[in-house]
């Protein structure tokens, strides 16, 4: 497999997801992805995608300003 972009390598890695919820900011730490080696291009499957909505899902639910969730514990 190769990048969309550049066509480099894409290799396994893992990256930060933020997203922001009304005034709610959620941080999801490791997420898995892949990442071209080239240019850094970042590309989160759909299967993680379903797991980062469920986790925003619950995450809205604690009503915090923010919320640092980390991937591996809460997928
Ligand atoms: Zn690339």
Redesign the pocket.
């Known amino acids: 497999m190769s990048?969309f972009?550049?066509k480099?390598d894409i290799i396994p890695s893992t990256t930060v997801y933020t997203a922001q919820i009304g005034n709610t900011v959620i941080v999801i730490k490791n997420v898995p992805c892949e990442e071209?080696d080239?240019?850094g291009?970042i590309e989160i499957s759909h299967e993680v995608m379903l797991k980062i909505d469920h986790i925003i899902e619950l995450a809205t639910q604690l009503m915090q300003d923010v919320a640092v969730i980390d991937y591996q514990t809460a997928a």
Do not use: A, D
């Open positions: 990048c972009y550049c480099g071209c080239q240019c291009e």
